[in-house]
């Protein structure tokens, strides 16, 4: 309908990453938890791995710099700060 097609654009708006439409399972919405944990846990360890990698640069460790780049595109390729980093 309409009203549906009306949210799901909101939503789009609003930059939302998933969009659940009803009826849904308690499988499902397990499922969709557990993305969001591991997409939280993978953000923690990009953001780290950034981290050490300006620390190398500031330091003019360009070789340890490049390999923490390079570890935190393998688990996040669209990580606009490491490929920036990497030139």
Known sequence: TSIERMKVLQAAKAQVDQYLLKPFTASEIQTRIEAVIARAKTRGEVEGLIAEAIEHQ??????KAQGRFEEAIALDPTQDAALRGLG
């Open 58 to 63: 500031e330091h003019g460790r360009w070789q």
